[in-house]
């Protein structure tokens, strides 16, 4: 019997056979879906033009935000990604968002190999953690937080294993674990440290374990090895584009967090919410599993079997400490977004799992039969109406550039798409960077100079524009923006 059909086995007597086929087909769903629906504004569209700069300008030290704009916002690997996604497959959404499915699929395979190490039951934590919301969306999004998550899950996981695993593969956990820190440093900066070392000092705390963490793993070294692989591109960056470092780190990493609704924010604006709102966050974004077992172990509580050693003890305290670090650490920020739990889906995966061991097989089965179908039919309905009901045109410039291009096809010469008072990240994106900018009509009329020009309008500004517009002529609606052409100067 060859492994992948043990694996199968395996796998359908710890979950039953339709909880494997439904995960299975919620996978493939999930990858036929990364080039079934645009890049949605604002952060698809801004990141994957980011990405086409990069793979256009072969400029891998500086992400460009646009022309002669560097974007400092954040580290390039997600940037790296995807731009090595469009050298593979084109200028197209598959390409890239695949990698960022690709990322996703090594944090499931890292916490696998984590669970199996621990006594906790792998397949559980596949199912919690690929079924979640938050994973889902983020497993095929143009994003920087699935890079961020391989490195904070590889990291979580080796210290843990560096510590309790076998005496035998110690000493490539602790490197593993320093490996882990600088894919952070790459993905999103020091915050990512912060999602790490939090739970582990707390835990060393908690457990009364500081002189064993610290004697554990070469904290001194290895940090010092994890800052050195990195920091030639921070060098780098700043010698490309001096100020790259004070706002990066000034801006990003401290005003960001601690001043609600920054305005420094030089490629838009923050997104100022109350203080405590990323513990709302994290309960929505893991859904369905936050409200599922909660309820499940609270209706089955007397059926749950303590046998839980010491060990198993300080590893629950670890993973209840890892799921809630980035709650902790974003509850004094003013602006967040949902996507910053995603670091501690992995640890409360586990932690689930872990619990959910404890409960009588055939009960748990039928819990993660429920979550998983849940979370299919949750997939399904969102697919199905960002596709079929086209709900991602209306977040996305690309139909208002195909029906651009449309009218290409039968002109030799056009002026680039213009769009008037707002260019969308995506629109940049779907032109090639080509598309323009302009305020008013008249401003475009100067630009055309007598030339066929179309131009770009968003509906809800047809009203306020209705007198600079009477005077072109409407091609069509389609998303959110109305299309129309020039055809003399005004």
């Known amino acids: 019997m060859n492994q992948l059909s043990r694996f199968w086995l395996t796998a359908k007597y710890a979950l039953g056979q339709r909880t494997v086929l439904i995960f299975i087909a919620l996978v493939v769903m999930r990858f036929i879906s990364l080039g079934l629906y645009p890049l949605m504004d604002m952060t698809e569209g801004r990141y994957g033009e980011i990405a086409r700069k990069m793979a256009e300008m072969n400029d891998w030290v500086t992400p460009w935000y646009d022309v002669g704009m560097p974007f400092w916002g954040k580290p390039p690997l997600s940037f790296w990604m995807s731009a090595l996604g469009?050298?593979?497959?084109?200028?197209?959404?598959?390409?890239?968002?695949?990698?960022?499915?690709?990322?996703?699929?090594?944090?499931?395979?890292?916490?696998?190999?984590?669970?199996?190490?621990?006594?906790?039951?792998?397949?559980?934590?596949?199912?919690?953690?690929?079924?979640?919301?938050?994973?889902l969306v983020s497993s095929g999004a143009v994003m920087t937080d699935m890079a961020l998550c391989v490195g904070s899950t590889l990291s979580l996981r080796a210290f843990w294993l560096s510590l309790r695993g076998n005496a035998s593969d110690r000493k490539r956990e602790q490197w593993l674990f320093f490996i882990g820190l600088s894919i952070m440093l790459l993905a999103k900066g020091p915050v990512g440290w912060v999602l790490v070392l939090l739970p582990i000092?707390?835990?060393?705390?908690?457990?009364?374990?500081?002189?064993?963490?610290?004697?554990?793993?070469?904290?001194?070294?290895?940090?010092?090895?994890?800052?050195?692989?990195v920091i030639p591109w921070y060098l780098l960056a700043e010698q490309h584009t001096p100020g790259f470092l004070n706002y990066f780190f000034v801006g990003e990493h401290w005003q960001r967090f601690t001043v609600s609704g920054w305005k420094g924010d030089l490629y838009g604006s923050a997104h100022a919410t109350h203080r405590g709102t990323i513990w709302l966050q994290f309960i929505y974004a893991t859904l369905p599993w936050s409200l599922i077992l909660p309820i499940a172990v609270f209706v089955y509580r007397n059926k749950l079997v303590a046998r839980k050693t010491i060990q198993q003890h300080q590893l629950s305290l670890y993973l209840l400490l890892?799921?809630?670090?980035?709650?902790?650490?974003?509850?004094?920020?003013?602006?967040?977004?949902?996507?910053?739990?995603?670091?501690?889906?992995?640890?409360?995966?586990?932690?689930?799992?872990?619990?959910?061991?404890?409960?009588?097989?055939?009960?748990?089965?039928?819990?993660?039969?429920?979550?998983?179908?849940?979370?299919?039919?949750?997939?399904?309905?969102?697919?199905?109406?960002?596709?079929?009901?086209?709900?991602?045109?209306?977040?996305?410039?690309?139909?208002?550039?195909?029906?651009?291009?449309?009218?290409?096809?039968?002109?030799?010469?056009?002026?680039?798409?213009?769009?008037?008072?707002?260019?969308?990240?995506?629109?940049?994106?779907?032109?090639?960077g080509q598309a323009l900018k302009m305020n008013t009509v008249e401003e475009v009329s100067q630009y055309a100079k007598g030339n066929l020009t179309y131009i770009a309008v968003r509906k809800n500004q047809l009203t306020s524009l209705s007198k600079q517009l009477e005077h072109l002529n409407a091609v069509g609606d389609t998303g959110n923006y109305r299309l129309y052409v020039m055809l003399n100067p005004i």
């Open 322 to 432: 890892a799921t809630i670090a980035p709650c902790l650490f974003f509850t004094m920020s003013g602006n967040i977004l949902w996507t910053y739990v995603l670091p501690g889906l992995p640890a409360l995966a586990l932690l689930l799992a872990h619990l959910l061991g404890n409960i009588e097989q055939n009960i748990a089965k039928k819990i993660l039969f429920f979550g998983t179908t849940a979370s299919a039919l949750v997939f399904v309905v969102v697919l199905s109406i960002l596709t079929i009901g086209h709900t991602a045109d209306l977040k996305s410039a690309k139909s208002i550039t195909q029906l651009f291009e449309a009218q290409h096809v039968a002109q030799t010469s056009m002026q680039p798409l213009i769009f008037l008072g707002d260019r969308p990240y995506s629109a940049m994106f779907y032109s090639h």
């Open 201 to 229: 000092g707390l835990w060393a705390l908690l457990s009364k374990s500081i002189k064993e963490t610290w004697q554990g793993l070469a904290w001194i070294i290895g940090c010092f090895a994890a800052i050195l692989v």
């Open 86 to 135: 469009i050298k593979l497959f084109g200028i197209n959404e598959f390409a890239v968002r695949f990698p960022h499915f690709l990322a996703a699929l090594l944090v499931i395979a890292t916490c696998y190999d984590w669970a199996k190490r621990s006594f906790i039951n792998p397949f559980y934590v596949i199912i919690i953690l690929s079924t979640s919301f938050i994973f």
